[in-house]
């Protein structure tokens, strides 16, 4: 069974900092999954990566298969990015059920 | 295309009663996965399904809860005699194949209360 670690549980940011959140998890995997959980409840799946590292406009996620690690990074935050970040893993090939870390409640503050 | 829809998208029903909730996946998914999500802690897998079969149903407690995908309409998940403890937000997603291959989509989820 894979345990899904994220740090930190809670952060507070002020406008313009780059931000940094992690994810570590404990079995090797088939893809990896950052999901965006917005105040009101809903959920956006961010980023899907296997490896490398992938970009959308402020957003770049990074994965690195061998330290079973991956980052999520957004540069020149702003307050609409405050929301809950949450690391999804699919264990192994054929997998198709996610395993969720608890999230990263992030608030950015102008 | 429309995203996910879920609804009704708060529920409230009182212990013993049934809830019903509804997922139609976007057009052209006929992967369908349902999560619950417990007050304070992280979302779990419930059940996977294709048109018309169950694929997984590991993470469903073993009573009161069942899913089915029929060949025409939403995906319909089940609680029957509901208790308090099933109070969470429960989160229906879609995708076109498989979801270890392909981006899984979510709906806004359903929060069911119980009285």
């Known amino acids: 069974k894979n345990e899904v670690e994220q740090s930190p549980q809670n952060l507070t940011a002020q406008e313009g900092e780059f931000i940094t959140i992690n994810c570590s998890y404990s079995?090797?995997?088939?893809?990896l999954h950052w999901l965006q959980q917005h105040p009101g409840g809903g959920i956006v799946s961010l980023f899907m990566?296997?490896?490398g590292k992938k970009k959308h406009g402020r957003l770049i996620a990074t994965i690195n298969i061998q330290e079973k690690h991956s980052s999520l990074h957004i540069t020149a935050s702003h307050p609409r990015d405050s929301a809950v970040y949450i690391c999804a893993v699919n264990s192994g090939a054929g997998s198709y059920q996610l395993t969720f870390g608890k999230g990263t409640k992030l608030s950015v503050i102008p | 295309n429309a995203g996910v829809m879920q609804n009704p998208r708060h529920l409230v029903r009182r212990r013993g009663q049934e809830a019903r909730l509804r997922c139609s996946p976007m057009?052209?998914?006929?992967?369908v996965y349902w999560y619950r999500q417990l007050p304070e802690e992280g979302l779990k897998f419930m059940v996977y399904l294709q048109k018309e079969n169950i694929i997984d149903e590991s993470g469903m407690p073993k009573e009161r809860f069942s899913a089915e995908f029929p060949k025409e309409g939403p995906s319909i998940l089940r609680i029957q005699q509901v208790v308090r403890g099933d109070s969470a937000a429960y989160f229906c997603a879609s995708s076109p194949r498989p979801g270890d291959t392909d981006t899984q989509y979510f709906g806004p989820g359903t929060r069911l209360t119980v009285l």
């Open positions: 057009k052209g998914h006929s992967h």
């Open positions: 079995v090797g995997i088939s893809a």
């Open positions: 990566l296997s490896s």
